[in-house]
Protein backbone atom coordinates (compact mmCIF):
# COMPACT_ATOMS: atom_id res chain seq x y z
CA UNK A 1 0.00 0.00 0.00
CA UNK A 2 3.00 2.36 -0.33
CA UNK A 3 3.43 4.80 -3.43
CA UNK A 4 6.82 6.79 -4.70
CA UNK A 5 6.03 10.66 -4.19
CA UNK A 6 7.94 13.71 -4.50
CA UNK A 7 8.03 15.95 -1.92
CA UNK A 8 9.95 19.38 -1.47
CA UNK A 9 12.95 19.38 0.42
CA UNK A 10 11.94 21.00 4.01
CA UNK A 11 15.56 22.51 4.21
CA UNK A 12 15.90 24.63 0.82
CA UNK A 13 12.36 24.66 -0.22
CA UNK A 14 13.27 24.12 -3.81
CA UNK A 15 14.60 20.53 -4.12
CA UNK A 16 12.18 17.85 -4.81
CA UNK A 17 12.88 14.69 -2.99
CA UNK A 18 11.77 11.01 -3.78
CA UNK A 19 9.60 9.41 -0.88
CA UNK A 20 7.61 6.36 -0.16
CA UNK A 21 4.41 7.43 1.20
CA UNK A 22 1.98 5.28 3.03
CA UNK A 23 -1.54 6.17 3.21
CA UNK A 24 -3.18 6.14 6.05
CA UNK A 25 -5.99 3.16 5.67
CA UNK A 26 -8.50 1.47 7.43
CA UNK A 27 -7.65 -1.78 9.52
CA UNK A 28 -9.80 -4.32 11.10
CA UNK A 29 -9.45 -6.43 14.34
CA UNK A 30 -11.18 -8.98 15.71
CA UNK A 31 -11.61 -9.62 18.99
CA UNK A 32 -14.31 -12.34 20.66
CA UNK A 33 -16.15 -11.49 23.77
CA UNK A 34 -19.18 -13.37 25.29
CA UNK A 35 -19.05 -15.87 21.94
CA UNK A 36 -19.41 -13.28 19.77
CA UNK A 37 -16.71 -11.95 17.39
CA UNK A 38 -16.48 -8.21 17.45
CA UNK A 39 -14.28 -6.79 14.88
CA UNK A 40 -13.27 -3.14 15.57
CA UNK A 41 -11.97 -0.67 12.88
CA UNK A 42 -8.96 1.77 13.24
CA UNK A 43 -6.95 3.60 10.73
CA UNK A 44 -3.02 3.43 10.52
CA UNK A 45 -1.00 6.80 10.87
CA UNK A 46 0.32 7.91 7.59
CA UNK A 47 3.83 8.58 7.09
CA UNK A 48 6.98 9.34 4.25
CA UNK A 49 9.89 7.66 4.15
CA UNK A 50 12.62 9.62 1.97
CA UNK A 51 14.47 7.51 0.07
CA UNK A 52 16.75 10.19 -1.99
CA UNK A 53 18.91 13.03 -1.30
CA UNK A 54 18.27 16.72 -2.23
CA UNK A 55 19.38 17.27 -5.52
CA UNK A 56 19.28 21.56 -4.88
CA UNK A 57 20.76 21.49 -1.24
CA UNK A 58 22.49 18.34 -1.01
CA UNK A 59 20.74 17.35 2.04
CA UNK A 60 20.93 13.01 3.30
CA UNK A 61 17.48 11.43 2.59
CA UNK A 62 18.38 10.93 6.17
CA UNK A 63 18.53 14.07 7.66
CA UNK A 64 15.31 15.83 5.55
CA UNK A 65 13.88 12.31 7.19
CA UNK A 66 14.89 13.24 10.41
CA UNK A 67 13.39 16.81 10.04
CA UNK A 68 10.27 15.62 9.09
CA UNK A 69 10.13 13.74 12.14
CA UNK A 70 11.35 16.22 14.06
CA UNK A 71 8.74 18.35 13.38
CA UNK A 72 6.51 15.91 14.61
CA UNK A 73 7.39 17.43 18.08
CA UNK A 74 5.59 21.13 17.61
CA UNK A 75 2.14 19.88 16.92
CA UNK A 76 1.80 23.16 14.94
CA UNK A 77 4.94 22.92 12.76
CA UNK A 78 3.66 18.76 12.44
CA UNK A 79 0.09 20.44 11.25
CA UNK A 80 1.39 22.66 8.64
CA UNK A 81 4.39 19.60 7.06
CA UNK A 82 1.03 17.28 7.07
CA UNK A 83 -0.92 19.74 5.36
CA UNK A 84 1.64 21.13 2.88
CA UNK A 85 2.99 17.24 2.18
CA UNK A 86 -0.88 15.98 1.69
CA UNK A 87 -1.24 18.56 -0.56
CA UNK A 88 1.49 17.63 -2.40
CA UNK A 89 0.80 13.72 -1.88
CA UNK A 90 -2.38 14.74 -3.44
CA UNK A 91 -1.02 16.74 -6.21
CA UNK A 92 1.60 14.42 -7.39
CA UNK A 93 -0.76 11.63 -7.76
CA UNK A 94 -3.31 13.13 -9.72
CA UNK A 95 -0.19 14.46 -12.11
CA UNK A 96 0.93 10.95 -12.21
CA UNK A 97 -2.35 9.23 -12.87
CA UNK A 98 -2.61 11.66 -16.10
CA UNK A 99 0.53 10.51 -17.08
ZN1 LIG B 1 17.19 20.82 -0.34
Not at 72 to 77: F, G, T
Amino acid sequence: MKEKVEIECIFCKKGKVNALFYPSILQTSKSRAAGRTITKYYMTKERYEVISDCPNCGKKAKEIQKALQEGKNDPEREKKIMDRLKQQGIMFREIKRKI
